[in-house]
């Protein structure tokens, strides 16, 4: 139960951090900039996410087929890690000059990887080793310094003057905060960076198959109707973020009933019937905070937007979108815990495809308010397709 509950903390402290950075580049940026930052954080969660598939989760898997008897270095992973990191950085610096963003922001963006694949190689190799309380200490760490940064007003005001320096600044705190771990370390084993990337294949084809295609949408959206539409977008989507850290802690909650009771043998699991008032309370959380900024006159919105709230359209579209999110969680950890790995892929892709697809429709029909309805719909439509999966699944 200890371990349960500071692996939540570590996965509510992670889900803080970003959201907070999100907010506060949202209050201090006009919308044309803040637009071109959520184009770049996205480009930095997408290349986070591809160095944990090439490294992070290939060490756990090594360790679960081979049986070592000591786990991995954590440090020897986290460097394993910054150096995917830095191959991702310099292929997204390439990308991202097709983009709004300043050949500089481009640059900072993906120099800013290697120091975040570190924070998250480190923080992954902790929880999979039985050392919750680092991970989760470390993750707190890392959200108070990044309430530090945007909230201090003379680091703020350079940490929140471009986009790159947003993401400079997020990725620097992650590394304080792991660097504070260093002499730590308990692991003994080793495997070559290699190894783990030739494991990580499966995992790297899954994350491209829905983040990577989800990546590609939002930047063809956001060359469409230009960085202040996708500004207008982003500013909705960043006013119910903050219900994002529910939706984890759903699946992670999700997940781990699931494994558990399937590991037991002795209760006949019906996916429907699974921990429904759970499920019903986070898939309402968006559409309540939605319902609540309404009926307050949009004082949630001021919040965190001050004075540049978005239209009522990308304010309902965000909600509609996380709440596609929410709805996907219970059958994302259903499949999980099932070890369906092939299933899982086809189904992240239908996701991924799901959302580019509408996104861009979207955004060339309706311009900004297409793109902001068309990431709802999406969203809507890979929930549906990850159910039909899920009830595809015997218990």
């Not at 900039?33 to 986070?48: D, E, H, I, N, V």
């Not at 008897?69 to 440090?75: E, I, Q, V």
């Not at 050392?131 to 530090?148: I, N």
């Not at 995992?203 to 491209?208: D, G």
């Amino acid at each position: 139960m200890r371990a349960q509950s500071l692996v939540f903390v570590d996965q509510a402290s992670s889900s803080a951090g970003n959201f907070l950075l999100v907010a506060g580049a949202a209050h201090a940026m006009d919308l044309p900039t803040f637009g071109r930052f959520s184009l770049g954080y996205l480009a930095a969660q997408f290349g986070l996410e591809l160095s944990r598939a090439l490294v992070a989760e290939p060490a756990q898997l090594l360790e679960a087929e081979s049986g070592l008897d000591t786990s991995l270095k954590a440090m020897l992973v986290a460097r394993h890690a910054a150096a995917v990191g830095l191959l991702i950085g310099a292929v997204l610096a390439v990308v991202l000059v097709g983009t709004d963003l300043a050949v500089v922001d481009g640059l900072l963006i993906a120099a800013s990887l290697p120091a975040l694949a570190w924070f998250e190689g480190f923080r992954h190799r902790s929880l999979v080793s039985y050392r919750e309380g680092r991970a989760a200490l470390a993750s707190t760490l890392w959200a108070v310094l990044v309430v530090g940064v945007i909230a201090i007003p003379p680091v703020s005001d350079v940490v929140l003057d471009t986009p790159g320096s947003a993401v400079a600044g997020w990725a620097a705190c992650a590394l304080v905060a792991s660097a504070c771990f260093i002499g730590l370390d308990v692991g003994h084993g080793s495997a070559s960076l290699l190894e783990l990337c030739q494991r990580g294949r499966r995992f790297a084809t899954e994350t491209l198959a829905d983040r990577g295609i989800i990546f590609l949408g939002l930047g063809l959206g956001s060359w469409i109707v230009g960085a202040s539409e996708f500004g207008l977008v982003s500013a909705g989507r960043a006013v119910f973020a903050a219900t994002n850290v529910a939706i984890v802690a759903l699946l992670l909650l999700l997940t781990t009933h699931f494994i558990r009771a399937r590991a037991s043998g002795s209760v006949e699991l019906d996916f429907w019937r699974e921990s429904p008032a759970l499920r019903l309370a986070v898939l309402a959380l968006p559409l309540a905070l939605f319902a609540l900024d309404q009926l307050s006159g949009n004082a949630i919105a001021r919040l965190f937007l001050g004075d540049r709230q978005p239209p009522t359209i990308f304010l309902a579209a965000a909600a509609v979108f996380f709440t596609g999110v929410a709805a996907a969680a219970a059958p994302r950890a259903w499949i999980r815990a099932s070890g369906r790995d092939v299933e899982a892929v086809r189904l992240r892709a239908s996701n991924g495809l799901a959302v580019a697809t509408a996104a861009v429709v979207g955004a060339l029909t309706f311009d900004g308010e297409g793109l902001a309805v068309g990431l709802a719909v999406g969203s809507i439509l890979g929930a549906g397709a990850w159910h039909v999966g899920a009830t595809r699944i015997p218990a």
